[in-house]
């Protein structure tokens, strides 16, 4: 079973963040964690200088900026002490990638939720580049949050663990197993049949042994993991085929109306690399919903 006893949230006060603050609300009051704000300065020559060029008061710009903070996190401390949730926040300044995981290890983080996208134009459009190196780089599984229209607490009802059968790594597939039974939640074991050609070019027969051998290792591995967890949960399982892994898995959980993906950030590729895996990064750019992302581990 996983312990989430202290939640770093990393704010930027887009919206996106702010409904992040929900789903540490909601895991929070599962696990009974601690949640640490968190918002970080990020120091850029350009903030220096004014529109004629003039030098900036850095110690009055910063003592501003952080001030607008302080009163920020004082009203979300209201907000989750009426709720009964442990609170306490920090300001600080740096590089927002490295302070998000330097802070997440001096709190002892078990999970670091941030937004999936930030302030910006570009942002807007892609993941922000924040999340993106934070997932890169972060020991601590990070939960980058989709946001949607709802103003209530989110339901997690389904969760989707894309799966390669071909690899050593099961720790996506075990925690999902563990928040499965945590949420009361459904766990969708994929596995994505990579073919170079559309299904339909396949002869039948061909592509009925290729499921059929898949879809055995599949049951076998969520047999092995059933064994070790025990107390058995909700759990399917599917073998589907697609030209490309991450189109797969993004149609699966737009039809199954998946609630969250949790997910592996490397692959064989990318395991020994400080970058996300192909498929990773294209399904964290392009889920319908939030995403819970881990290093691979046995």
Known sequence: MIKVNKILWATDDSKEARYALNYSKL??????????????????????????????????????????????FSEVEEELKKEKLKFNYRVVTGSPHEKIIEIANEE???????????????????????????????????????????????????ILV????????????????????TFDATVLVLYVLELISY????????????????????????????????????????????INSYLGIIGFAENEKVDLIVMNTHGRKGIKRLALGSVAEKVIQEAPCSILALKPTK
Do not use: C
């Open 27 to 72: 895991f929070a009051r599962i696990f009974n964690s601690e949640i640490v704000g968190l918002h970080v300065i990020k120091v850029s020559d350009k903030k220096f200088w004014g529109l004629l060029g003039e030098r900036i008061d850095l110690t009055t710009w910063s003592k501003d900026t952080s001030d607008k903070w302080f009163n920020i």
């Open 108 to 158: 002892k983080a078990d999970l670091i939720v941030m937004g999936k996208r930030g302030l910006g134009l570009k942002d807007r459009i892609l993941v922000g580049s924040n999340t993106v190196k934070v997932l890169q780089r972060s020991e601590i599984p990070v939960l980058a949050v989709k946001r949607k229209g709802e103003k209530s607490l989110p339901r997690i009802k389904k």
């Open 162 to 181: 894309p799966f390669d059968v071909s690899e050593k790594f099961d720790s996506a597939l075990r925690y999902a197993y563990s928040l499965g039974k």
């Open 199 to 242: 299904p339909y070019e396949f002869p039948l027969h061909i592509l009925n042994e290729m499921r059929n051998v898949y879809d055995k290792e599949l049951k076998d591995k969520i047999a092995e993991t059933t064994s070790q967890e025990g107390n058995k949960i909700k759990i399917k399982h599917k073998v589907m085929e697609s």
